[in-house]
């Protein structure tokens, strides 16, 4: 049997299931399957015996008789069949009557239509057509026996207690029905185990077998050379992989040695073998590391002394004084005591006091100051311009009115002039529904509708030339974005508008967030240092930027309020803590020529010598001076 096109398997397939039907007694999908499977490998009907044989057993030959005669006569009913044009003939009343369609149903279906099918052979586990009628005679004769049990219980009028039956007749059938769905449940197992144990259940494609010839090279069942596709890895540790192999085929492969006797060989060329000078020891001097460890110990037990003390002299207030006296005169004088010098004249007299020196040449006791006076060159500020500074015009409401007015006017003028020459199309009359009659006159007369309808449509044109006028001058949201950022970035090629602020505590999150949050919106730079009683914030940018941010921090932000803290400990430290007034302090601002300073960023620093080291690094230590002073003249007034 030749192999069938798709089409046609798709036309005998409804056939197969009617026979395995006819056979079977009952639609069974797994022996279908496997027919199908069959009659589409082209086997013949030996060949398809022996494979159904497991499923269907004495039943093979019967099926795969009736199977292969439905296909050859649906073939040939699809080959003979050919368009036809619709002939009629006359009955005796002289009507045409279209002749009957032939049917294209195979013979031994077409027989059986009218005749009763014989019965088939009930698979193990099904129930025949006789169990089924005498099962439901037996449901009719115990449904009518129970009526007339009924009957007679109501005619008597007798409450009467039915005796328990051992077991119902609906049971004994229910129990029947469970143990024959379990049976034909494992036939169903079985016959899916035995159709995949022998390969009908789906088709295997099995891979091309390999034949070599005695060279060692790839042929197909010909005897023709076939070159193999090379899969190239994709993965990057596969690649690198590869190119390690080659490069190591490479490096093993043996040079060429050059003889006297090759063409390339110059006997001038005298080749020096590479020597590698010999490495010898380096040993440290004795006790080297010893002392290396003797310094590391000292370092370590110096640093242990020095926090030591400075945690005594934070208890008992001496390290707030040790700091005062850096800027502060050495020598204290009671209230009423006047000093021998004072402490401004102490730098240029030679003297200890003033004592002996009326009636003499000053001069001689004075050390810096002469009859010359020194006048430094004035500098102009960065910030000053060398050209003179336009001050804008600003019209007035009626003035802007106005250049309007005239500014369209001249447009007008313009657009006339165009069409007059020739060069743009007269504009269409500008016709609305208020104005229709007394634009158009005739015309709407004649035919109101169409004149309604055009003066309509031009009308949407309008509106929608101008909504897309306004459309196209509309930004987008970079342009936006951008717009909104020229707002607040200003020019500071010139001058760079610095100021410097220092807040007594800034370990508030909140107040953090504000600082560093308004500082990214105005595209300021600066740097703040977190430090124990001398928080300093330096900021950076335009003068209108500036002025913002001195806003921020002076007005806005309330620095004696704190959401946050909310456990109050009863211990004196702590209620001296509180007493301190949270609050911000402009300690300097100006100008410089360049920034000093990237985006905004938070700096712990647990000493002063750390917080210092930072503005060193940025060249502006004077700013960490200046505010730690003034926080340290602030402590020694609160004490």
Request: aromatic share 4%.
């Amino acid at each position: 049997m030749s192999s069938l096109s798709r089409r046609e398997l798709d036309d005998i397939k409804p056939w197969v299931e009617k026979t395995v039907k006819r056979v079977l007694g009952f639609p069974e999908p797994t022996v279908v399957m496997a027919a199908f499977n069959c009659v589409s490998k082209g086997l013949d009907e030996s060949k398809t015996i022996e494979m159904l044989q497991p499923l269907l057993e004495k039943s093979a030959p019967k099926f795969v008789s009736l199977l292969f005669e439905t296909i050859r006569e649906v073939e040939s009913s699809r080959k003979s069949s050919k368009p036809r044009k619709r002939t009629f003939k006359e009955d005796d009343s002289g009507e045409e009557v279209a002749k009957p369609k032939k049917s294209k149903i195979p013979s031994h279906f077409s027989d059986d239509l009218d005749a009763p099918l014989p019965e088939p052979t009930p698979s193990p586990g099904q129930l025949t057509s006789a169990q089924i009628k005498e099962m439901m005679v037996q449901a009719r004769k115990q449904i009518t026996a129970r009526k007339e049990q009924i009957d007679a219980l109501s005619m008597m009028r007798k409450p009467a207690i039915p005796t328990l039956m051992p077991e119902s007749q609906s049971q004994l059938l229910a129990k029947e029905a469970l143990d024959k769905a379990k049976r034909a449940a494992e036939i169903q197992a079985r016959i899916q185990a035995q159709m995949a144990s022998s390969g009908l259940g789906k088709h295997l494609s099995k891979p091309t077998p390999l034949i070599l010839d005695d060279q060692g090279r790839t042929i197909d069942a010909s005897g023709n050379t076939i070159q193999l596709t090379q899969r190239m890895p994709t993965l990057k540790a596969n690649i690198r992989a590869k190119k390690r192999e080659e490069f190591k085929a490479v490096q093993d492969k043996p040079d060429i040695q050059l003889d006297d006797t090759h063409k390339f060989f110059d006997q001038r060329v005298t080749l020096q073998p590479a020597v590698r000078p010999r490495r010898g020891f380096k040993f440290h001097e004795k006790g080297k590391y010893q002392m290396v460890a003797q310094r590391v110990r000292a370092k370590a037990q110096l640093e242990k002394l020095q926090s030591e003390i400075a945690q005594a002299a934070k208890k008992t207030g001496i390290s707030s004084a040790a700091r005062l006296a850096l800027i502060q005169p050495k020598k204290t004088f009671r209230e009423n005591e006047i000093p021998d010098v004072e402490w401004w004249d102490s730098v240029i007299l030679k003297v200890d006091s003033y004592a002996g020196l009326d009636g003499k040449d000053k001069n001689e006791y004075i050390v810096g100051v002469t009859h010359l006076v020194e006048h430094p060159i004035q500098l102009k500020p960065p910030s000053d311009k060398d050209k003179a500074v336009e001050v804008p015009i600003f019209l007035t409401k009626k003035e802007r009115k106005k250049m309007r007015r005239q500014s369209r006017r001249e447009a007008d003028l313009e657009k006339q002039e165009k069409v007059r020459l020739g060069l743009e199309p007269p504009p269409e009359p500008k016709v609305r529904m208020a104005n229709l009659m007394r634009v158009l006159g005739n015309d709407a007369v004649q035919d109101p509708t169409k004149v309604e309808a055009h003066v309509r449509a031009q009308m949407a044109k309008r509106q929608r030339l101008h909504e897309e006028a306004n459309a196209a001058r509309k930004l987008t949201d970079e342009q936006k974005r951008e717009k909104k950022l020229n707002k607040i970035r200003e020019d500071t090629a010139e001058a760079v508008n610095v100021a410097v602020y220092r807040v007594r505590d800034l370990s508030g999150p909140s107040h953090k967030f504000k600082v560093e949050a308004n500082c990214k919106q105005l595209l300021m730079t600066g740097l703040v240092i977190l430090f124990k009683e001398a928080n300093v914030v330096v900021v950076e940018g335009g003068p209108k930027q500036q002025k913002k941010f001195k806003r921020l921090m002076m007005h806005r932000i309330k620095w004696d309020q704190d959401k946050r803290r909310k456990h109050v400990q009863e211990d004196d430290s702590d209620e001296e803590d509180h007493t301190k007034v949270n609050r911000c302090v402009l300690v300097w601002e100006g100008t410089t020529p360049e920034r000093n300073f990237g985006d905004i960023k938070f700096k712990q620093c647990p000493t002063e010598s750390m917080a210092r080291e930072v503005f060193k690094k940025h060249s502006v230590e004077h700013y960490w001076d200046l505010a730690h002073n003034e926080a340290l003249i602030e402590t020694s007034q609160d004490l």
